[in-house]
């Protein structure tokens, strides 16, 4: 019926906004009329043998492009995994690493006091402080015999022999005189802090055991 | 069926030999997936066809490239069908074949094989805008052919 519509000679102008529908105008209809006529060149057997060849051709050999890219998709992602794995373990060894390199928390050191001997003297091994089982009194008396045995025995290099005192006067009575000591030359007598080991005992003055 | 496919592969190629390369894949394509066929779904012809167009879409493809051009709407340039009439077949085969691909393709699949703005962006993978300009563009240099045949 477009073919025949052609035929009558009339020109034709359609604005072809249309999306969906096919509304090819009459001289394309035409046109298509024409192309119809067109004779049908002789190349059957030429197609035909390569129809023969591609279908001789295993069918392997067709498909292995496809193969090929599956393969390629395949190793990509398993490179893609190993690559993240990679990473991972780098990211945990470098934190390991910075972890051992900051140095553990200080644990409390315990003390452990060897069985207290009363003659020597206990060292403060946290304050670096020595300090005696007995208590020093310190003795601003002058002694009237200088007996050495009741002096404490100091660092050599601390110590410096005091000339015992001349005595003009008699003494007045028999009782043991303690000697004299320079305060000054004491150690300082620091207040433990909560060391373990360390009583109140420790400190309690047993001057009778020797002096007496 | 020969002279079927070789009509519809003729519309789309340049040459003969272009054609026989497109209609050997194409009748390959068929043997292999025959037996997807489905006769309910529609006639041995119309598979054929569909067939053979998107084999030759495929070899348009590789040779050239679709321009992205946008075109809503148109106005068509007035032909007259007598200049069509008076005009031989070849030479008109001619002219479309002269045509650029992308325009080519899409004027054949619009104008000649029915196929809708929509159908042909789906096939090509371009808008509609651009099939629409193609076409628009086929139908200039057409007129302006046929027009060029009668003076």
């Known amino acids: 019926m477009a073919f025949e519509r052609s035929k009558k000679n009339f020109t034709t102008k359609i604005n072809f906004d249309k999306n969906l529908v096919h509304t090819p105008t009459p001289y394309e209809t035409a046109i298509a009329q024409k192309l119809n006529q067109l004779p049908i060149p002789d190349m059957i057997d030429s197609v035909w043998a390569s129809i023969e060849m591609q279908l001789d051709t295993p069918v392997d050999a067709t498909q292995k492009p496809a193969a090929s890219k599956a393969m390629g998709k395949l190793s990509l992602g398993i490179i893609c995994t190993a690559l993240v794995i990679a990473l991972l373990w780098l990211y945990y060894h470098h934190k390991n690493k910075t972890k051992n390199l900051i140095p553990p928390s200080t644990a409390p050191i315990k003390v452990t006091t060897p069985a207290i001997d009363s003659a020597v003297p206990v060292i403060n091994s946290h304050e670096k402080t020595i300090l005696p089982n007995h208590a020093i009194t310190k003795k601003d008396t002058a002694t009237l015999n200088g007996l050495p045995l009741n002096r404490m025995e100091f660092d050599s290099g601390n110590h410096q022999p005091l000339s015992p005192l001349k005595l003009d006067a008699v003494p007045l009575s028999n009782k043991p005189v303690l000697p004299f000591t320079d305060s000054a030359k004491l150690p300082l007598i620091n207040k433990p802090k909560g060391v373990k080991g360390i009583s109140d005992t420790s400190y309690r003055i047993k001057g009778d055991k020797k002096g007496g | ?151």
């Open chain 2, 1 to 151: 069926m020969y002279a079927f496919a070789v009509s519809i592969t003729m519309r789309y190629a340049i040459d003969e030999h272009e054609a026989a390369d497109i209609l050997s894949h194409a009748f390959v394509k068929m043997f292999r997936s025959i037996a997807s066929f489905d006769a309910e779904k529609g006639n041995f012809h119309g598979w054929l066809k569909k067939i053979i167009i998107n084999e030759s879409l495929d070899q348009i493809k590789q040779r050239s490239r679709f321009s992205s051009q946008e075109l809503d709407a148109a106005d068509e340039p007035p032909i007259n069908n007598t200049i069509i009439e008076k005009t031989d077949a070849a030479e008109i085969m001619q002219f479309i074949k002269q045509l650029p691909p992308a325009t080519h393709a899409v004027f054949v699949l619009y104008a000649i094989d029915g196929y809708a703005h929509k159908e042909i962006a789906t096939q090509l993978k371009i808008s509609e805008g651009t099939s629409k300009w193609h076409l628009s563009e086929a139908r200039k240099i057409l007129q302006q052919k046929l027009t060029s045949i009668k003076t």
